[in-house]
Nanobody, 125 residues
Framework: VQLQASGGGLVQAGGSLRLSCAAS????????MGWFRQASAKERAFVAG????????YYGDFVKGRFTISSDNAKNTVYLQMNSLKPEDTAVYYC???????????????????WGQGTQVTVSS
């Protein structure tokens, strides 16, 4: 399984970005996808996750309705729409995947088997 994250960039506070994670090399109906982020000198933290069918989603507490995760099965792509961005959202954002067994989306990074390369998001004040 290969994951390719893209869409990061520099944006002013209050702005929006949409991250994409293109997946290849697997049967993605068996997977759940997650976005994590890692700010400088901090641990990698869960942002949002979605089952490949889209019927289950979960968000980190700090998202608070600002971010939306979605999937486009035809394109094998998962998106993270980020609105009302804040300087504290500055981080490298990673997409990841694990074999989904149903129920709640897992938030522990150690549970994810596949990782993309990360895309930098910088929010200026």
């Amino acid at each position: 399984v290969q994951l390719q994250a893209s869409g990061g960039g520099l944006v002013q506070a209050g702005g929006s970005l949409r991250l994409s994670c293109a997946a290849s090399g697997g049967t993605f109906s068996n997977y759940a996808m997650g976005w994590f982020r890692q700010a400088s000198a901090k641990e990698r933290a869960f942002v949002a996750g979605i089952s490949w069918t889209g019927d289950s989603t979960y968000y980190g507490d700090f998202v608070k309705g600002r971010f939306t995760i979605s999937s486009d099965n035809a394109k094998n792509t998962v998106y993270l729409q980020m609105n009302s961005l804040k300087p504290e959202d500055t981080a490298v954002y990673y997409c990841a995947a694990y074999t989904y067994m149903g129920q709640t989306i897992v938030t522990l990074r150690g549970h994810y088997d596949y990782w993309g390369q990360g895309t930098q998001v910088t929010v200026s004040s």
